[in-house]
Nanobody
Framework: QVLLEESGGGLVQAGGSLRLSCAAS????????VGWFRQAPGKEREFVAA????????NYEDSVRGRFTISRDNAKNMVYLQMNSLKPEDTAVYYC????????????????WGQGIQVIVSS
């Protein structure tokens, strides 16, 4: 089992930046695809970004492309989400997820999830 824990959330003003971290423990983590998802109040959970830990390829949701960057540090079992130029519509609970064979954008295919961390962007 892969255990995931998010950190780095908080409250920022529009235009500011945050860096979310996802710390992982367990087995075969370096072979897992890792994704970030978010859920705003009253909304469905949506895909944000994903990274393949073996190939290093990344995927982004259109609204965050160019503003958010997903990266990895396999030596530390960490995945990061650098969020720049934050907008109020980025306000959500952000979740780190991992799976051995999930498609990057398909949240229902991820088997392991963190608890989520709040990001609030004020206007």
């Amino acid at each position: 089992q892969v255990l995931l824990e998010e950190s780095g959330g908080g409250l920022v003003q529009a235009g500011g930046s945050l860096r979310l971290s996802c710390a992982a423990s367990g087995v075969i983590f370096s072979r897992y695809i890792v994704g970030w998802f978010r859920q705003a109040p009253g909304k469905e959970r949506e895909f944000v970004a994903a990274i393949n830990w073996t190939g290093g390829n990344t995927n982004y949701e259109d609204s965050v492309r160019g503003r958010f960057t997903i990266s990895r540090d396999n030596a530390k079992n960490m995945v990061y989400l650098q969020m720049n130029s934050l907008k109020p519509e980025d306000t959500a609970v952000y979740y780190c997820a991992a799976d051995a064979s999930a498609r990057a954008w398909s949240l229902h295919e991820y088997g392991c999830w963190g608890q989520g961390i709040q990001v609030i962007v004020s206007s």
